[in-house]
């Protein structure tokens, strides 16, 4: 089992910065991949971005590209989810996740994906 939990959110004007924090315990030596997801009120989860453990590769959806950056610290087992440039339909309950099997970079951006969840940290972006 991977445990993961999530911190760092909270109330943030538009244009400002927030970092979310991701702390993974347990089988950590199984990661494959940590993806990072949101749900807005009253809308579906959506993939927001995911990073490669081995290697650090990411990958972003388009509406966060160039504002969002995914990065780790290996020693404590954590992955961070940097968020500049805040818009208020950034507005969501945001999730982390931890991807055990090796499936394509495809299958990444989707929750098959994963197999362990964080329980979400709240991110209010005010106008």
């Known amino acids: 089992q991977v445990q993961l939990v999530e911190s760092g959110g909270g109330l943030v004007q538009a244009g400002g910065s927030l970092r979310l924090s991701c702390a993974a315990s347990g089988r950590t030596f199984s990661i494959y991949a940590m993806g990072?997801?949101?749900q807005a009120p009253g809308k579906e989860?959506?993939?927001v971005g995911y990073l490669i453990w081995s290697g650090g590769f990411t990958y972003y959806t388009d509406s966060v590209q160039d504002r969002f950056t995914i990065?780790?610290?290996n020693a404590k087992n954590t992955v961070y989810l940097q968020m500049n440039?805040?818009?208020p339909e950034d507005t969501a309950?945001?999730?982390c996740a931890?991807?055990?099997s090796t499936v394509t970079f495809?299958?990444?951006k989707t929750y098959d994906a994963y197999d362990w969840w964080g329980q979400?940290?709240?991110v209010t972006v005010s106008s």
Do not use: C, I, M
């Open 85 to 87: 440039s805040l818009k």
């Open 120 to 122: 979400g940290t709240q």
């Open 36 to 38: 990072w997801f949101r």
């Open 106 to 108: 495809a299958t990444l």
């Open 71 to 73: 990065s780790r610290d």
């Open 93 to 95: 309950d945001y999730y």
């Open 45 to 47: 989860r959506e993939f």
């Open 98 to 100: 931890a991807g055990t």
